[in-house]
């Protein structure tokens, strides 16, 4: 009867020595390789931004998302669009001049708006006004260019067409969450968009290498003609985006500012031939808004 008990106590020794991965070889007791755990994916990042959405450029597929479809004021992100429809103009001659006018200086003032310090009476290229657009986020770039490329007899009938191009190519995108009644961000309560849709609108942009050119340039000095046919040096235009000198593999786009849209960024990296495209709304502050921006990016390499 002990024999029997011993042998059964012996057998489920045995037993748990083989679930736990131990083998009995000439009397010793040897311990198996342990299998490494599960690899867990990254948790998803927390951003002070009332909206984002962050995708991989090459293929669109969805790397993260915060209230992305929420309609928010977009601030000068809108200028995107504004240098979009610019760009798509048939026969575009980017070296063609444009004439200052005084309306452009003094919607600056009104609205006291963010400025490419343009000289009224001075000829300025399309490229040029592209950058202080861009870069500066010049609202009276924005103004010169609309009054432009907008159809019309008079500069507000000008305007108006140039913001239907604007609405017309939101369209075309297939983007149900965005309207434009601004060429730079200053709208009249109508201006808005989405974090997936800004993110869609920068990422056919950044087809266009002009644009892709202009967008990742850090600083940019023009040299305009003068009223009396001189050369005016300008003073250089400083890109708002900071993340082209804080974040590695930034490439674009564009910042947004103001009173209802807060602090917005749409921004793109490159790393390894791979591309993250997003955008972040309605942040805290302008350092937050980076701050938000350098997470999604991040995250999202992790995730390609």
């Not at 020595?17 to 927390?46: I, K, M, N, R």
């Not at 609309?146 to 009938?157: I, L, N, V």
């Not at 709208?187 to 990422?203: E, H, Q, V």
């Not at 600083?219 to 400083?238: H, I, L, N, Q, V």
Request: hydrophobic share 40%.
């Amino acid at each position: 009867m002990k024999i029997g008990i011993q042998g059964i106590r012996i057998s489920r020794a045995v037993g748990v020595a083989v679930t736990t991965g131990a083998v009995l070889s000439a009397g010793a007791l040897y311990a198996a390789p342990a299998q490494a755990a599960p690899v867990q994916a990254a948790a998803a990042p927390t951003i002070v931004a009332k909206g984002g959405f962050v995708m991989n450029n090459a293929n669109g597929k969805l790397l993260y998302t915060k209230a992305a479809d929420t309609r928010r004021s977009t601030g000068s992100t809108t200028k995107i669009m504004t240098a979009k429809v610019v760009l798509a103009q048939k026969n575009l001659n980017l070296d063609a001049k444009v004439t200052i006018q005084k309306a452009y200086s003094d919607y600056i003032v009104s609205k006291n708006a963010s400025s490419a310090r343009l000289i009224v009476g001075d000829k300025v290229t399309v490229r040029q006004l592209l950058y202080g657009l861009m870069l500066p986020s010049g609202c009276d770039a924005a103004y010169a260019l609309a009054d432009k490329f907008g159809t019309g007899t008079t500069r507000s009938a000008r305007v108006k067409s140039f913001i239907g191009k604007m609405n017309a190519d939101a369209k075309k995108l297939g983007l149900k969450n965005t309207h434009f009644d601004s060429f730079d961000g200053i709208g009249n309560g109508k201006n808005y968009s989405t974090p997936r849709d800004l993110t869609k609108i920068a990422s056919s942009a950044m087809k266009n290498s002009t644009f892709r050119s202009i967008v990742k340039t850090k600083k940019y000095t023009a040299k305009t003609r003068t009223k009396s046919g001189g050369t005016r040096t300008m003073a250089p235009w400083t890109n708002t985006n900071t993340l082209l000198s804080s974040y590695q593999g930034t490439i674009g786009v564009k910042t947004g500012s103001g009173s209802v849209s807060k602090y917005c960024l749409v921004f793109a990296a490159t790393r390894n031939g791979k591309t993250v495209i997003g955008t972040v709304l309605a942040s805290s502050s302008a350092a937050q808004r980076e701050k938000d921006a350098k997470k999604l990016l991040s995250y999202g390499f992790g995730r390609l």
